[in-house]
C-alpha cells in the first residue's frame, strides 16, 4: 500500500521560504506525475503543482513565479519549496500521486501538513 | 484556466434523503478528466467519482457521477451519516488541474 507523509516547519515567517517533502512508502518515485494541493483554513483546495519522476515539472500560473518543486529518487522523496510567502498561504499542504491507471485524478494523498506563516 | 463552479454551497439533508450536487465549468471540460472527491474534517480527500461516472474501488453504488460538456452532477442516492461531508469536482486539462470551491452536505 503507497503512502505519503508530508514534513517540514509548521511555521514560517513572512518573507521566508517555505520548504515541504514528501516521502513515499510502499512504492516507487518513479513512473508517476508527484503533486502538490494546499487548503487555506476553511477554504477549497488548490492544486499547486507536479514534479515528475524524470524531473519534469509544472505549476500552477498563479504560483509559478515562487514555486520550485523536485524529486530525490535516491530517497524515494520530492520536495516543494514556496519563495516570498505571506500569510495568504497559511494552509494545509497536500503532497499527492497522479493515478497512473485512472484518468489523471489523484488516487493517494499524505495526510497533510499545516505551515502556518506567522511573524 | 477553466473554473469549475459548485452549487449549491451548502446542502442540508436528513439521512436516506437524496442529495445533488452541481459542478458547472467555465468552459467545456472532457469527460474522461472530471473527477469528484470527498473530504471530511481533519482528513485528505478521498476519490470518488473519475470520468465523471466511474466509481472509484469501494466506493458505495449510492454515488452517481453524470454530465457532460460544461454541467457535471454527483448523486447521492440515499444519504447515510457517514456521507455527510464536502464534495469537491476537479478537472484536468492542459497539464494542469483545478478544483470546484466545493459543497457541503451537512445534517439537517
Known amino acids: 500500500q503507497v503512502q505519503l507523509q508530508e514534513s517540514g516547519p509548521g511555521l514560517v515567517k513572512p518573507s521566508a521560504t517555505l520548504s515541504l517533502t514528501c516521502t513515499v512508502s510502499?512504492?516507487?518515485?518513479?513512473?508517476?506525475?508527484w503533486m502538490w494541493v494546499r487548503q487555506p483554513p476553511g477554504k477549497g483546495l488548490e492544486w499547486i503543482g507536479y514534479?515528475?519522476?524524470?524531473?519534469?515539472?509544472n505549476y500552477n500560473p498563479s504560483l509559478k513565479s515562487r514555486v520550485t518543486m523536485s524529486l530525490d529518487t535516491s530517497k524515494n522523496r520530492f520536495t516543494l519549496k514556496l519563495t516570498s510567502v505571506t500569510a495568504a498561504d497559511t494552509a494545509v499542504y497536500y503532497c499527492?500521486?497522479?493515478?497512473?491507471?485512472?484518468?489523471?485524478?489523484?488516487?493517494?494523498w499524505g495526510q497533510g501538513a499545516l505551515v502556518t506563516v506567522s511573524s | 484556466e477553466v473554473v469549475l463552479t459548485q452549487s449549491p454551497g451548502t446542502l442540508s439533508l436528513s439521512p436516506g434523503e437524496r442529495a445533488t450536487l452541481s459542478c458547472r465549468a467555465s468552459?467545456?471540460?472532457?469527460?474522461?478528466?472530471l473527477a469528484w472527491y470527498q473530504q471530511k474534517p481533519g482528513q485528505a480527500p478521498r476519490l470518488l467519482v473519475y470520468?465523471?461516472?466511474s466509481r472509484a474501488t469501494g466506493i458505495p453504488d449510492r454515488f452517481i457521477g453524470s454530465g457532460s460538456g460544461s454541467d457535471f452532477t454527483l448523486t447521492i442516492s440515499r444519504l447515510e451519516p457517514e456521507d455527510f461531508a464536502m464534495y469537491y469536482c476537479?478537472?484536468?486539462?492542459?497539464?494542469?488541474?483545478?478544483f470546484g470551491q466545493g459543497t457541503k452536505v451537512e445534517i439537517k
Open positions: 499527492a500521486r497522479d493515478s497512473a491507471v485512472l484518468p489523471r485524478v489523484f488516487d493517494y
Open positions: 510502499g512504492g516507487s518515485i518513479s513512473s508517476y506525475h
Open positions: 514534479v515528475y519522476y524524470t524531473g519534469t515539472t
Open positions: 468552459q467545456s471540460v472532457a469527460t474522461y478528466y
Open positions: 470520468g465523471a461516472s
Open positions: 476537479q478537472q484536468y486539462g492542459s497539464s494542469s488541474w483545478t
